[in-house]
């Protein structure tokens, strides 16, 4: 078995793997413990080398002990150097790795990939989840793939690009008309009431959450094996951020590569920044905050890994950014203008924060930079929609005035 136990982060108290996310001890998160013996037995670069074109290269290391029955091919997305916006910001190695390509258009198709096939697992037959709105998209079409009962739960005020993107594989969606944390606090409760629920990311947290580990793996071996000097993640509830840094430093204990020196810079929007907050203040607690952005897929209040985030930019030497609702715009339009790829708010944020870290010199120009882009911009157009066109009459006849237009 690949893993032994869930483990209480806090009291370190351990538990029988099932679905279960919080120590009955001190309330603290569980994760999961794996066998790191057996593991090793069973992994090795050439191994991955010749995996499949997805995450599934690195299933040796992720919390499924059976072969994988639910496959939307999520993963392996494209990481490209990004040498038109690397030039006009002065970074000599900038790139971007392109998660908006995975198969429902975000990065939560790794974490969905690993919910959904530990809910087969554990023989559960309905896969849910509290969702900012591409968590549903990627539950939904799992669901839909695993032959599985879906429900989803969202703010009512999402954009109707994601209900649309959730809608179409035919899901139950329950709306709330709250915040993204009103509807996280009702399917906690909900999650304790169902029998044969996953809710992905409240009871299958500690599975779910493992899965952006491989986000972390594919930069690694997409640069050769080797890890970047600098990370610029966007900051939702904290668990992709510090899930990216657990997968290079998993691959540094297996030798994979040498010490990593990797920055962590976390990005969040100014309308919901509680993470930023804490570090600028030097806290050691987060205070909760009421979003107000039109970042909404990481418009999170009360972040569950929103701790974790800041003692781990502390750790690695990184930063915290926050970026103004223009700026996250402007970010859009740099990065469609200059390399030709179209994100959502989130990615406008990580961006947007890369401007001002490099305006701050605080990104050495020869470092390698990896800036994560977790979501696609057609989920989220209407922030970009004022555009100009240039309109011909198709009855003119008058040459003078088509010319004029082109
Ligand atoms: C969910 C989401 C995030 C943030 O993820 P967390 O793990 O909650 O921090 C970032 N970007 C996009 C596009 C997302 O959908
Ligand atoms: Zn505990």
Known sequence: MKVNCLICKICKYEYEVSPKYVCEMCFGPLEVKYNW??????????KISKGPKSIWRY????????????????????????????????????WIKNDSLNPTFSFKDRVVSIASNKAKEFGLTTLACASTGNLAGSVAAHGAKGGLETVVFIPKNLEKEKIISAGVYNPKIVT?????????????????????????NINMRPFYSEGSKTLGYEIVEQLGWEAPDNIICPGGSGSLFTKVWKGISEFEKLGFIKNTN?????????????????????????EPVIPETIAKSIAIGNPADGLNSVNLVNKTNG???SVSENEIIQGIRLLAETEGIFTETAGGVVIASLIKLSRQNKLPSDEKTVCLI?????????????????????????????????
């Open 37 to 46: 013996e057996y593991i090793r037995k069973n992994i090795s670069i050439e």
């Open 262 to 286: 990797t920055k962590m810079h976390i990005a969040q929007a100014e309308g919901c920044s509680p993470i930023i907050n804490a570090i600028d203040n030097n806290s050691d607690f987060i």
């Open 319 to 321: 930063t915290g950014t």
């Open 374 to 406: 977790t979501g696609n911009g057609l989920k989220t157009p209407d922030v970009v929609s004022n555009i100009k066109t240039f309109d011909i009459d198709s009855k003119s006849s008058n040459l003078d005035e088509i010319l004029s237009k082109v």
């Open 59 to 94: 299933i040796d290391l992720l919390p499924l002990e059976s072969d994988y029955e639910i496959d939307l091919q999520s993963g392996f997305t494209p990481l490209v150097r990004a040498k038109n916006l690397g030039e006009y910001l002065g970074l000599d190695n900038l």
């Open 176 to 200: 709330i008309d709250g915040t993204y944390d009103d509807v996280n606090r009702i399917c906690t409760i909900l999650a304790e009431e169902k029998e044969g629920w996953a809710f992905a």
